[in-house]
């Protein structure tokens, strides 16, 4: 089986790897119809991430059930099925609270750049279509693997409510399409941080009302004049840095929200600042399960089509041109089909 191994910064393979097989009985075999590559990928590509051994990578999938374990109740082979980042048996009381990804009993899922993968809590992770789907619906339904359901909680996490005026700051992946969740949820104003033009034009089509290129304090200021001086109700928080989360939090108006999924690296909140600011802060790796069964029937009803946020689409052995084309912001986000 052919799957993308990461070496260390920069050196990505695709190479033979063993084929997955049922380690436990509540385990699940898929056959990607497609995967792709995570902006947080791109931590370790950059070397800010690190492991001792070379790593299989890819944590976004969807593809065709091949196999189930034994105690595997609820899927069946040639079932369509779209997944999480983190296996969860979907009944403790964490998860029943809508909080997948801090299962009690979860594990992270890998190695989901290849051709078949391994799915732990299969019963509990997996949402099958109703049906089968058309090819041109593959990648909106992968999205809803990661970066739909991460920016869907962003925007649920920022309190996102018709007629509120919406921040995103953040022009990637996950971004965008916290755009098209807020917009989804019924804001009046959304208003994209975007320096790129493709990214922007993209983020109008999801449904911004508003760009704004300034960064920084000048970004927050900016937000203040679009906002009558108050900041926005909600902001996402798409990026993870030190710059973009107080970025966010000063442009948020006092009672407002932030949803914050950027993947934090170096963030250091300042506590009498954060106390002063009469904000909120709910964020964390996103709890993709508890969206997924809405997210699909928009996507199979064809009512949002999350799946233009892929502007680059090669086959699997081109996988390293998939993270140059990220590294270097030549694409948006890199499809890859095995």
Known sequence: MRGVILYGPGDVRVEERAEPAIEKPTDAIIGLAATCICGSDLWAYRGVDTWDEPVPFGHEYAGLVEEVGSEVRTLRPGQFVIGSFFA????????????????????????????????????????ATPEVPSDDLVPSLLAASDVLGTGWFAAVAADVKPGKTVAVVGDGAVGLLGILSAKQLGAERVIAMSRHESRQKLALDFGATDIVTERGDDGVARIKDLTGGLGAHSVIEAVGSQESMMQSIRATRPGGHIGYVGVSHGVELPGQELFFSHVHLHGGPAPVRRFLPDLIELICNRQINPGKVFDLELPLDQAAEGYRAMDERRAIKTLLRP
């Open 88 to 127: 969860s048996d979907n009944t403790c009381e964490i998860c029943q609270a809508g909080y997948q990804t801090s299962c009690i009993h979860r594990e992270p899922v890998g190695g989901a750049q290849a051709q078949r993968m391994r799915v732990p809590l299969a019963d509990g992770t997996l949402v």
